[in-house]
């Protein structure tokens, strides 16, 4: 079920060196990219921070896109917050080619009882959301440790299912290898077959 209660700004890097230690094709990051929005598109709204190149595919699926000004993970998180300046507001990473819908929004409805909170990526190591109740600034620290970064800077761990596609996100061949083909969203596995990299059977 789609949730009007939040807003949920996903950061897109959105050029050709992107996931470029795993990438087979100039077109799988872009794949991996549009399946996540797509997905979260289903449970919430969704603004779109990436290159003026990349920004087409976006718009062309329904996101509300802005043009990323350059920097870093953060720094686009923050500009897409900078334009979503009220109301309760997530931010999602976008290599989550497994995420389904009815995980975000179940995510999203549980954030609802936090000030700020987060969902750590499979390892426990990094984070792939986090959210902030309307009033309540963010203060994104993606990149290494941000699992811990994020909890010093007052984030509440939500309880996600280890399973779920919103903690998978994917930095490398054995990660995609690691989820199950049927999971993965349509373009990402399209891709995946083409360069015959499917070889791990749906558990």
């Given at each position: 079920?789609r949730t009007?209660?939040?807003v949920?700004v996903?950061p897109?890097?959105?050029t050709?060196?992107a996931?470029?230690r795993m990438?087979?094709?100039?077109?799988?990051?872009l794949?991996?990219?549009?399946?996540?929005?797509?997905a979260a598109?289903a449970?919430?709204?969704v603004?779109?921070?990436?290159?003026?190149?990349?920004a087409?595919?976006?718009?062309?699926?329904?996101?509300r896109?802005?043009?990323?000004?350059?920097g870093g993970l953060n720094?686009?998180?923050?500009?897409?917050?900078?334009?979503?300046?009220?109301g309760n507001?997530a931010v999602?990473?976008?290599?989550?080619p497994?995420?389904?819908?009815?995980e975000?929004t179940?995510?999203?409805?549980?954030?609802?009882?936090?000030?700020?909170?987060?969902?750590?990526?499979?390892?426990?190591?990094g984070?792939s959301?986090?959210?902030?109740?309307?009033?309540?600034?963010?203060?994104?620290?993606?990149g290494?440790g941000?699992?811990a970064?994020?909890?010093?800077?007052?984030y509440?761990?939500?309880?996600?299912?280890?399973?779920?596609g919103l903690?998978?996100?994917?930095?490398?061949?054995?990660?995609l290898?690691?989820?199950?083909?049927?999971?993965?969203?349509s373009?990402?596995?399209?891709?995946?077959e083409?360069?015959a990299?499917?070889?791990?059977q749906?558990?």
């Amino acid at each position: 079920m789609r949730t009007t209660d939040w807003v949920v700004v996903i950061p897109v890097k959105g050029t050709p060196q992107a996931k470029s230690r795993m990438d087979p094709s100039p077109g799988l990051a872009l794949a991996i990219a549009l399946d996540t929005v797509e997905a979260a598109l289903a449970a919430a709204d969704v603004l779109v921070v990436t290159s003026a190149s990349a920004a087409e595919s976006f718009e062309d699926i329904g996101a509300r896109v802005v043009i990323d000004e350059g920097g870093g993970l953060n720094d686009a998180a923050s500009h897409g917050l900078a334009v979503e300046n009220d109301g309760n507001r997530a931010v999602l990473l976008g290599d989550l080619p497994a995420l389904q819908p009815d995980e975000l929004t179940e995510a999203l409805e549980m954030a609802l009882r936090f000030p700020r909170a987060f969902v750590p990526d499979t390892e426990r190591q990094g984070t792939s959301l986090i959210t902030a109740r309307t009033g309540v600034a963010h203060r994104p620290a993606f990149g290494t440790g941000s699992r811990a970064a994020h909890q010093d800077r007052g984030y509440v761990e939500l309880d996600v299912n280890p399973q779920s596609g919103l903690r998978r996100d994917v930095d490398t061949r054995t990660h995609l290898r690691e989820i199950p083909p049927a999971r993965l969203g349509s373009r990402t596995r399209r891709i995946l077959e083409e360069y015959a990299l499917l070889v791990v059977q749906p558990r």
